[in-house]
């Protein structure tokens, strides 16, 4: 059971009155074995509606958590019940999706930790959470949302950390991270001390080979795993805040003699067929052309949903949808339902994703195989610019 409602948190010494699940800022972690069914009823206890979204998670539509989408908003004081199956193990969270910019920038958001049948060999499995949150003068959240939160690059906060489900680590364990943004609108440039590791996931999915982490960028959705050894004081820095947080070492163990393996791939269907083709540009901001949205944001001249989908497509379709950012912001495009491949310039397939961050002035095609029947989001997930018409949907049949 999910019950989001009001909670009090300390963070920077200070006393907060935010929202969270079950009591608790952030929201519990949820844990369950890939094959498995999760069933959750949500109970609200809030003032205001309610929704969660299961991010990244191939659920079916119905259990999606979006307004006018898939179900209506859960009026105070009612529930529901969201059960679905679990194909694919990885990291994943689950979120407010209503009013989102506001509520999960107050907390309503937790970790989602789909385990693999076969779970690599590791001495601890670590969940890290980077957030920032927007404080005034006195160190309390800051009510006050202005229009400039909206028209560049969003709500970012002035305390940023790394919340950690471990205190401490031993030097020469071999851990696993498990990496997600849940912030609202602010993308990091992450430098991690203290571990001799590799990424070997992106958004759940696990990567071919483990991979070098020299920097990771996570922009607000984006999740990253790594599996190493630790070295010492586990640091989490950022251009922006150089110490975002740490994860104490004490003692000392033998390292492994043994190199970091890769995961167990999601079982992920395969292309086929010719490819049905779209194209989103992305409209808007402070300094953007104009646009024949009524919102700060468009989406191919539409602030909010359209009355058309993007696509309208029968399942197990192929698409191939090119992603056109002409403003003069970042943006992070996130497909509910699916997971895509993003293509390189020649048009090879890259990594797996469930939002893929496309620069200003830049552009980049996805391939994505549409074989959960439904009405599924496709929106810019700096809530900031989703709130204010950055969003669009598809139609698998």
């Given at each position: ?36 069914e ?24 119905r ?10 908003v ?8 969201y ?24 907390g ?8 693999e ?25 800051d009510?006050?949302t ?7 690059a ?9 919340l ?54 996570l ?42 393996p890769?995961l ?6 395969r ?5 049905a ?29 359209p ?31 699916h ?32 074989d ?10 700096m ?15």
């Amino acid at each position: 059971m999910l019950r989001p409602g009001a909670v009090t948190a300390r963070i920077g010494g200070v006393k907060q009155e935010l929202l969270g699940f079950n009591g608790s800022w952030p929201g519990p972690e949820l844990r369950a074995r890939q094959g498995d069914e999760m069933r959750i009823r949500v109970e609200n206890g809030l003032q205001d509606g309610a929704l969660v979204h299961w991010h990244g998670l191939r659920v079916p539509n119905r259990m999606d958590g979006v307004n006018v989408l898939t179900q209506d908003v859960i009026p105070p004081g009612r529930s529901f019940d969201y059960r679905f199956d679990l194909p694919d193990a990885g990291t994943y969270w689950y979120h407010s999706h209503y009013i989102s910019y506001d509520q999960v920038s107050r907390g309503l958001f937790g970790p989602l930790i789909i385990d693999e049948r076969q779970k690599p060999d590791v001495d601890r499995d670590i969940t890290v959470q980077l957030f920032d949150m927007l404080v005034d003068a006195d160190g309390v959240y800051d009510e006050d949302t202005g229009p400039e939160q909206f028209t560049a690059a969003g709500r970012l906060g002035n305390v940023a950390m790394a919340l950690a489900s471990s205190d401490g680590v031993t030097v020469g364990e071999r851990v696993r991270l498990r990496l997600i943004n849940p912030s609202i609108d602010r993308v990091y440039d992450l430098r991690i001390d203290g571990l001799d590791g590799r990424i070997v996931a992106l958004d759940g999915m696990p990567l071919e080979a483990p991979r070098a982490a020299p920097g990771i960028v996570l922009a607000p959705g984006q999740r990253c795993d790594l599996i190493g050894d630790v070295t010492g004081d586990i640091v989490f820095r950022d251009a922006d805040a150089p110490d975002l947080g740490r994860i104490a070492s004490s003692g000392q163990r033998p390292r492994r003699a043994t190199a970091i393996p890769a995961l167990v791939p999601n079982p992920m269907p395969r292309p086929n067929g010719r490819e049905a083709r779209a194209t989103v540009v992305m409209q808007g901001g402070a300094g953007g052309s104009a646009h024949a949205g009524f919102g700060t944001w468009a989406l191919n001249d539409v602030s909010g949903l359209p009355r058309k989908p993007l696509l309208n497509v029968r399942r197990g379709t192929t698409a191939r949808i090119t992603l056109r950012n002409d403003t003069a912001f970042d943006h992070v495009m996130h497909l509910h339902g699916h997971h895509f491949r993003e293509l390189s310039a020649d048009g090879a397939p890259g990594d797996y994703r469930d939002g893929t961050l496309v620069g200003a002035g830049e552009a980049r095609d996805i391939l994505c195989v549409l074989d959960n029947p439904g009405d599924w989001m496709l929106h810019c997930h700096m809530l900031s610019h989703q709130a204010d018409g950055m969003a669009t949907w598809l139609r698998v049949g």
